[in-house]
């Protein structure tokens, strides 16, 4: 089924809800903006209780004002742009269809208007009318930290895991149901709770002994922490260009410190005879 | 409204309240530091209940004796700068004028005097009597070091409000209110509390789902807490400008020290023999 | 007590039980985490109270079949190995004779099933599935990194346990047991919990004074915090080989990101004039 | 009052009590820190309730051997070394005479036979017996790199106290007497709680605009644990060599980037003007 909107139009339109750098598109993202915002104000208010009757009817009338404008703007992007699909499985794509049918699923499941709050993830947005060339580089730059500290996240929280069944179990063992350690799937979300500094005291260790293993568990926790920041320190911090050096030494001049792909030396231009 | 003191009168004044390295100077600094810590005091001691009622009394006594010496401070210092109107409304102006009024609107306005605790805000002029320039240089640097990071730091932001709001929503959802998940800003607080660590465990979750879903928010929040120290030390490492240098001594003059890739001593001007 | 399998069935065991790249290894390899994935979880689900009967007897029955083919598997790889001592006092051996014995022990020793936990560090063979030459060279980064800053960590660990005895004994003083602080190894077991910012709040301080040297402790903290990821960060970051490279292009071949101090270029060996 | 022992005597006992290398004074070490950490375990077990009457006894007397120990050991010291006072007036001198004095104040003051915890610092000398040097210069490192970063440490701080008087009146404002912000210390005990992400929720805010106040103050002690962590890491990772250097340019051969005390230029040992 494939609807043409007149070119015309379409390239009007497009240019509006693509855009962020002419007026009309400036406008039409502040408006988005606002709007998503006030929607997601609203599925939190409805969740509080206690409020006067009217104010529960305004927010259910907004919410559906919203969700139509909605409807109609994703409808918009899906025709006017040239490979829709494309737009439907992209990342914005994929977050607009699950922020407009929420409230429209609300008919078959109760309570399932809750999930509009996935409409906090449209906020991003926000990235497009601040500078954005600027916002989206610095978040590369996070996103190819993350990407490049992958195999060192990997084995910490393996790490972190590991140490939690382990400890959760001893801590089972020493405290027993008694202390709050009914279970040890319970036990492990304690010394999650623990390693990760967070420490509620909704279950704490009660026993001389338990309360030993929890100090330990505790400066081991300590110095976990040291681990990622450490990872993401050193990803940030690690010279903007980087280049394989080796040490090969020139034949002509004994220069070393060359670049790992390097054919001819930087100093005297001499050729380097490649050896492994 | 222009009132002039005598040309004598309004240098002297100026030379008390705005120098700090004339013995007067630093001596008014001195008094002026000691009344600020000594009425911060003074609110925070009349909000303790259960003193003896002669100690109330000293305390507005000498809340008011403060007050009227700020009084006549600002309005000297009004008088007898060049330029009044740079000074109101500069950061220590604004300052200053918070801290003296809230007494006075306590007669409109019952609890207003509270406000005084914003003399706090005063303590800063300590930086002038230890050695200025350093202090002044080193929270230039963490001013410096903040503001090329604000993008990084929005972001940062933007990532932990959204996580707020989704887990917050899915966590009620899960919960419930019969767990303490009353409503969905009160969930979002929660959140809040569990990223940063901080888990009072006035409210924390009682179903294993929910224990589950918080044990990943509180390892993301440990990943998300390794993000703005690592964007705080990447901004205070760099920058320096490095330089490799040797251990290699000079034949003329024994200077050692020099850069990797120096040809003659920086000190004498021999000429470095290059041994390596 | 030697037992020699057939030459042809000792290699194709070892082939399977201790290759990953192979087919067959790899399968083996999958299903075994598989089960231990299983045993895990299967000893989690037996500490749960309150399911049917019917579960717990699943549970032991598939216990013991994991145990069974634990075992088997653990001969097989003393039988197939050329030096099998190697083998059972290496950290893998030592972990799969603990993962199998537990539950023989039961029938000695009551609840001592609930140490099949420890099939936990079993999972660790995930690595040898994924690339595992990445995944260890990362691994030995961080084992490196902790084992050249033990000196710092001993510092730091002892800084933190003479700090917690000092401030445990003085809070035990100040507070004493009226308000939870029932003994000195209490109180220190409170100091831990508040340095590592964990704070359970199953004892917090309730005088005024009390109150006044825990927010010192806990600035202390604040800071002492801030020594491990120092060290790792520091450890992290160093012993990368730095050069700084500049964007001329070669006139000959267009290759860009030079050494700054190159004079000829690196790939065609083309004289590279300076410009600036 | 000039004691002197026999110089023989006098030469032997320093050897074996100030000395760590020879057998005889590594002998005594061992002895003395088992004794120091034995002492410790005595006062915290003394302070464990509802032990058998006979263990205090053994406690008691236990307590007043390891004394007399610490008190002849403490005179010898005295007599044996050269320059008596510089003993005495020592860090390890004065914590010598503070580990010993307690006990017998103890007959005048009741209770302050606690203070005998105070022989923990005494197991620093650990270190003596450790590779010493090494642990010292990783000591002096440390010591080094919080010197150096002192008047960013005191920013820092002010920092925190300034928010939290700022923030705690705000809260006990906003909060009140009946949610647990009894008074202003109180709610600033409270503050530096949330802060330093310690969190024990003994006070946890009950109002929503409570809570909103309270979740900034968290997100902003996020951003502020990120301060004292990015300035112990840069100080470590600061070069271990760091000279300045300027932007002067040779007038022969152009070449920048000299040492700030530079005479003649590193590449053509041309002389250096100096303009500033």
């Known amino acids: 089924m494939k609807i043409k909107l007149p070119t015309v139009w379409r390239d009007k339109i497009h240019d509006i809800i693509y855009e962020a750098d002419t007026p009309n598109g400036k406008l039409f993202d502040l408006v988005l903006l606002s709007l998503i915002l006030l929607s997601v104000i609203f599925v939190m208010l409805e969740s509080v209780r206690g409020l006067p009757e009217t104010v529960y009817f305004i927010l259910y009338i907004g919410e559906w004002v919203i969700t139509i404008f909605f409807t109609i703007e994703y409808i918009l992007r899906i025709l006017t742009v040239k490979k829709p699909w494309n737009y439907v499985f992209s990342f914005y794509g994929i977050v607009d269809f699950l922020s407009t049918i929420p409230l429209y ?4 499941l109760v309570g399932s208007n809750y999930l509009l709050t996935v409409r906090a993830l449209r906020l991003l947005r926000v990235f497009r009318i601040l500078k ?3 916002y989206i580089g610095e978040s590369n730059k ?5 990407l490049q500290s992958r195999a060192k996240i990997l084995i910490f929280l393996f790490t972190v895991i590991i140490v939690s069944i382990i400890a959760g179990t001893l801590m089972y063992l020493v405290e027993g149901p ?9 036990s492990i979300y304690w010394c999650i709770v623990t390693l990760t500094t967070v420490g509620y005291g909704d279950i704490s260790p009660g026993t001389p002994l338990g309360q030993f293993i929890a100090s330990v568990i505790m400066i081991l926790g300590y110095g976990i922490i040291a681990v990622p920041t450490g990872i993401v320190t050193a990803e940030m911090t690690k010279g903007k260009v980087k280049v394989d050096l080796n040490t090969q030494v020139c034949s002509n001049c004994n220069e070393s410190k060359h670049r790992d792909d390097a054919k001819f030396c930087h100093k005297c231009g001499e050729s380097l005879k490649v050896e492994n």
Chains 1, 2, 3, 4 share one sequence.
């Open 105 to 108: 699923l609300s008919f078959i």
């Open 132 to 134: 954005v060339t600027r």
């Open 178 to 186: 008694e202390h709050g350690f009914t279970n040890i799937p319970h």
């Open 142 to 146: 996070l996103k190819i930290a993350l």
